[in-house]
């Protein structure tokens, strides 16, 4: 990644030696020199924590296995009776419900959200790393925000906040496409069964200044920053 938290060299900056914003080298300065531009370390990295092993191990789990059976069950009430009478469930939205009708949501479906925002890890200072998470909306509302249900996507360190965090979050995209592309393999533990999930993303979050990263609007501080396009303004 650029040393000063630009951009990640990742899809169309993959072969770029050096920041396209403020034009540092894409490679430890020191170490290039000394070897006669043989040795290529770079700058700075960043990380990304792939899904797939993520969601394979939590099936491990028989106990976890079960919790992930939430969402179908549900599902299934609602489309025995096409009505619910719970209102404090992503599942009573018509974004879900939605596409449960257009028949795209089967019983071996994993539903993700993936929110974003940044971390302040010092005290006094503004926020100095990026981070975003993998939530899994098959488990019950109240095990969605829990430490050990929810999945690290990838960390971007300081010095400065990303100037394009596409590229940063490219990997981690890169990598959900893959699995919705090929299908992931897991083996269920509770039932001692194997089966190819298929991954759905329903929805990206983050607080207000994080939606500008998702939604390219101007946030919240703008005269017309709403991020469902109405004209009221700021």
């Not at 920041?19 to 490679?27: E, G, K, L």
């Not at 170490?31 to 797939?52: E, M, V």
């Not at 191990?57 to 599902?75: F, G």
């Amino acid at each position: 990644m650029c040393p000063d938290s630009c951009v990640a060299f990742t899809g169309p900056y993959v072969d770029l030696r050096e920041c396209p914003i403020c034009r540092s080298s894409r490679w430890n300065q020191q170490r290039l020199q000394g070897t006669s531009g043989c040795n290529k370390i770079p700058a700075k990295t960043f990380t990304t924590i792939p899904l797939g092993p993520q969601l394979q191990a939590l099936y491990h789990n028989p106990a976890q296995a079960c919790d992930m059976c939430y969402l179908y069950e549900h599902t299934q009430q609602f489309r025995e009776t096409r009505s619910t009478s719970l209102t404090n469930d992503v599942t009573a939205g018509w974004d879900y419900l939605g596409i449960v009708l257009d028949g795209e949501i089967q019983e071996n479906n994993i539903i993700l959200s993936v929110s974003l925002d940044g971390a302040q890890l010092y005290e006094s200072k503004q926020s100095d790393c990026w981070l975003y998470i993998w939530i899994i909306l098959n488990l019950s509302p109240d095990k969605w925000y829990k430490k050990t249900h929810i999945l690290p996507g990838g960390f971007i360190p300081r010095p400065n906040k990303p100037k394009n965090l596409d590229s940063f979050l490219f990997i981690g995209m890169h990598n959900l496409s893959a699995l919705q592309s090929e299908g992931l393999h897991i083996w269920d533990s509770s039932c001692d069964t194997k089966f190819q999930a298929n991954l759905y993303l329903l929805f990206t979050m983050a607080n207000g200044p994080g939606l500008v990263y998702w939604d390219g609007m101007v946030g919240h501080s703008g005269k017309n920053g709403c991020r469902m396009y109405c004209p009221t303004p700021g």
